[in-house]
């Protein structure tokens, strides 16, 4: 295939960002359009060359029609865009109903949403899957920061096991991500900067002490509240087609959240963390988009890349 | 964008099920197609004919099958659905009466005439 045409087909390509089989075959598709109009403009007359630029002229913009394309497949059905919000759905509940007092109710829905995570990674990694993986990295953190509690002789294991496969694990998965589509990994990050907002709010110095759980009991109606403002604006970024329509949607919901917080939890946040809150969202939605390039040209995913993605 | 473009965009959707009723086709030929039967009316960017398709398979309205040409090379053809032949139904009754109202108002004369 000349040159023109690869490019072509490789720009339109890098605007599709759909399901590795459904890219396949709308490029297949493409090509096979391609392959009739030059033969066709080449029955005109049309030196080799001629008939390809003809072609590309034709079809219009390979970034345009990729967008575009995208725009077709890119709204979800609304089982997915409950799908996609149900771990959200599941803390809002928690903290609403106030089952998180409980050990039984946290340690259940933790394991519902890692199994469910582990699942769907294994399986398709399909869309719905980013907001169930972003919860499961929670337990896998709290369980690296507890092990600085550990008696002085066994702190090597952090050091020689645990850390670096977590780091391994993490990364690997953010590349991955990235390479289906870096937005995945702002959908799966997004609660993040609210986790840690409110995190911090109820006072948490190392001990979960009577205090800070007095002050989480009174939020845990509002904690509640900002995750539902996370799932209603998951729920319209599956529904809606508009990539950046998208992005905005779940910018907003995350910025809801850290309002909420900022709100309820008044005189215990100053001013710096609620500006590295605002910088962290930001850097949920810039960094990914960024990293993209370094990622899919394999600069980076080479290092984590084992196998291609279903 | 031109007042033609902006008319095949609104009516893509009806046009590509039409056709598609008629006779199973692929890509390409629907762009032939759509410019020989209309005189050369219908001609646009044919990058955009894709989107139009993918979204007619999304919503069930059509279905894509890839099939082999006589001469081997295989092509994705397009079938019309018992959904797309419904939809097709609803959108040319609307589109009898669009004309019917525009009829009425812009060639008020002929309409008279051929009561």
């Known amino acids: ?44 007359g049309l030196r080799d060359d001629e008939a390809v630029s ?30 996609t919000s149900l771990p959200h759905l ?28 582990v699942y769907g990674w294994w399986h398709r990694k399909s869309g719905w899957l980013f907001p169930w993986i972003g919860y499961s990295l929670l337990p896998v953190i709290i369980a690296g920061l507890s092990l600085i509690y550990l008696p002085t002789g066994l702190t090597w294991i952090a050091f020689i096991v645990y850390i670096p496969l977590t780091l391994w694990l993490i990364l690997r998965v953010i590349t991955q991500t990235i390479k289906k589509d870096w937005l995945y990994l702002s959908l799966m990050l997004l609660p993040m900067p609210a986790i840690i907002g409110w995190f ?14 007095a002050r989480l009991y009174y939020d845990a109606p509002w904690i509640g509240v900002s995750f539902l403002a996370l799932a209603f604006g998951v729920v319209t970024f599956v529904r809606i087609r508009r990539r950046w329509l998208k992005i905005s949607v779940l910018f907003m919901s995350g910025a809801i959240a850290l309002t909420f917080i900022s709100s309820y939890a008044r005189g215990r946040l100053d001013f710096i963390v609620l500006l590295l809150l605002i910088l962290f969202l930001v850097s949920i939605f810039l ?20 196998r291609p993605m279903s | 964008m031109s007042e033609r473009h902006e008319l095949i965009k609104s009516n893509i959707d009806s046009l590509l099920l039409c056709l598609i009723s008629g006779q199973p086709m692929y890509g390409y030929q629907i762009i032939k197609e759509l410019k020989d039967r209309s005189r050369g ?54 589109w009898r009466e669009f004309l019917n109202a525009m009829n009425l108002i812009i060639r008020p004369e002929e309409v008279r005439d051929s009561i």
């Open chain 2, 41 to 94: 009316y219908f001609s646009f960017k044919e990058g955009t004919l894709y989107p139009a398709l993918h979204r007619l398979e999304k919503s069930g309205l059509i279905e894509g099958k890839w099939q082999a040409l006589p001469s081997g090379q295989q092509r994705k053809y397009y079938y019309i659905t018992e959904k797309g032949y419904a939809s097709l139904a609803l959108q040319r009754s609307s």
């Open chain 1, 200 to 213: 911090v709010a109820a006072d948490w110095q190392g001990n979960f002490n009577a205090e800070a759980e």
């Open chain 1, 287 to 306: 960094v990914p988009a960024l990293l993209e390039n370094g990622v899919k040209t394999g600069r980076w995913g080479k290092y984590f890349e084992h």
């Open chain 1, 1 to 44: 295939m000349s040159t023109g045409i690869d490019e072509y087909l490789h720009n339109v390509k890098s605007s599709l960002r759909l399901e590795a089989p459904d890219e396949a075959e709308v490029i297949r598709e493409l090509a096979t359009h391609i392959e009739d109009e030059v033969k066709e403009l080449k029955g005109t």
């Open chain 1, 90 to 117: 599941l803390f809002a509940l928690l903290f609403i109903l106030n089952w998180w007092r409980g050990l039984t109710a946290v340690l259940i829905l933790l394991i519902g949403i890692m199994s469910t995570a």
């Open chain 1, 54 to 83: 003809a072609c590309i002229r034709l079809l219009g913009s390979a970034k345009s029609v990729g967008r575009k394309i995208y725009e077709a497949h890119s709204q979800g059905t609304w089982q997915q865009a409950l799908l």
